[in-house]
């Protein structure tokens, strides 16, 4: 074996010990680049938006009640001790129709919250047109609401009492049979 050696041996021993670096290089970037569909991502994500879906279904936002399961808004007997309570037409105290479905727009919303009253669990509105206050009390079980309204002038006095806190206002609230009522001191209606 007298065999010529190679002249071009140690070229082309740098040339595949090239070829093998870049191949390392580009294995490693390959395997350290996050893929861009992360499959553990997708399935963490479907997980909470379930637990979301089940929150939103057990406890839903009611921003607006539904006029069949609500009192009769347009016009409302006013009781002379301050409140009225949602029943069939009448006159508040002073004579004047109670207010119309177009004064309604007016109304503000200062209270969206879930409360326990009593026994059971409501979905809390109170809405005011800067004078009377409109309490609503969503029941989700019985799909039913409970509705009161406080006068000026109890409201005024709710208000500064509990110093423009409306959840310390609305924790006054409770449920008599099926009227919703609050306790206020009678200084307040006096």
Sequence with gaps: GNRPTSLNRTGRKHEL????????RMLKSINDVQPVYNH????????????????CCAYPVITRMIKSASSPSVMTHMAPDGYATGGSGGFSAGGSPTATQGEEDNQKYVLKEGLRIGEKYYLLEMATDGRTLNVSAYDGDTKTSLELIIKEKVHRALYRDCNGDYAQIAAKLRVDGNRLVMDVPLSTVA
């Design 17 to 24: 010990q090239r070829i093998t670096n870049e191949n390392q």
């Design 40 to 55: 553990k991502k997708w399935e963490d994500h479907y997980k909470r938006s379930e637990g979301h879906l089940k929150n």
